[in-house]
T-cell receptor, first 114, second 113 residues
Framework: EPEVTQTPSHQVTQMGQEVILRCVPI?????FYWYRQILGQKVEFLVS????????KSEIFDDQFSVERPDGSNFTLKIRSTKLEDSAMYFCASSPGVPQLTQYFGPGTRLTVL | GDSVTQMEGPVTLSEEAFLTINCTYT??????LFWYVQYPGEGLQLLLKATKADDKGSNKGFEATYRKETTSFHLEKGSVQVSDSAVYFCALSLTGGGNKLTFGTGTQLKVEL
């Protein structure tokens, strides 16, 4: 069964450094998402991406964040200058698109900012 | 804005007990509703879904019915197992825009022998 994959599984970085989190969505899916989950808290939406552009973003997704689909398979989340409060589990998800709204999640990348 | 409210956890049950986890929602349109499960140390897995009123989603012995009149989507299982111990998230999605998922806070379930 096809699945969403994410790399790395755990990323440790120093405050102020740039990080890139990588995701490979399911191959025939059209919508791509990033969510985050701070330890012990709810899963929060960051951004959705369709047709090579952002379709919706949350208040969390400020100028420090960017997303890109550099080729036909990868979907990346970049944080330009990490802050301590960016420490969280970051989940990538993909969906076939309307009318099939079900999103399929990757295993997540745990980001630790020191 | 759109929101999902779940019952507070943790919930501790004995094996073979009946499970209910309450979920209610507020949405500006007609959402699709989902239950996701997160096992310890793992990501989110879709458990079941319902896309319109009175639909019943079911999987692995879990069920939930989309109740528009009470804006609810309560999760039930007749006989829980130790392996069901996990965090359960209720979520909604509206068609249009990015179709983002809005999650509840999650309910931790612990099943003991």
């Amino acid at each position: 069964e096809p699945e969403v994959t994410q790399t790395p599984s755990h990323q440790v970085t120093q405050m102020g450094q740039e990080v890139i989190l990588r995701c490979v969505p399911i191959s025939n899916h059209l919508y791509f998402y990033w969510y985050r989950q701070i330890l012990g808290q709810k899963v929060e939406f960051l951004v959705s991406f369709y047709n090579n552009e952002i379709s919706e973003k949350s208040e969390i997704f400020d100028d420090q964040f960017s997303v890109e689909r550099p080729d036909g398979s990868n979907f990346t989340l970049k944080i330009r200058s990490t802050k301590l409060e960016d420490s969280a589990m970051y989940f990538c998800a993909s969906s076939p698109g309307v009318p099939q709204l079900t999103q399929y999640f990757g295993p997540g990348t745990r980001l630790t900012v020191l | 804005g759109d929101s999902v409210t779940q019952m507070e956890g943790p919930v501790t049950l004995s094996e073979e007990a009946f499970l209910t986890i309450n979920c209610t929602y507020t949405a500006t349109g007609y959402p699709s509703l989902f239950w996701y499960v997160q096992y310890p140390g793992e990501g989110l897995q879709l458990l079941l879904k319902a896309t319109k009123a009175d639909d019943k989603g079911s999987n692995k012995g879990f069920e939930a019915t989309y109740r528009k009149e009470t804006t609810s989507f309560h999760l039930e299982k007749g006989s829980v197992q130790v392996s069901d111990s996990a965090v359960y998230f209720c979520a909604l999605s509206l068609t249009g825009g990015g179709n983002k998922l809005t999650f509840g806070t999650g309910t931790q379930l612990k099943v003991e022998l």
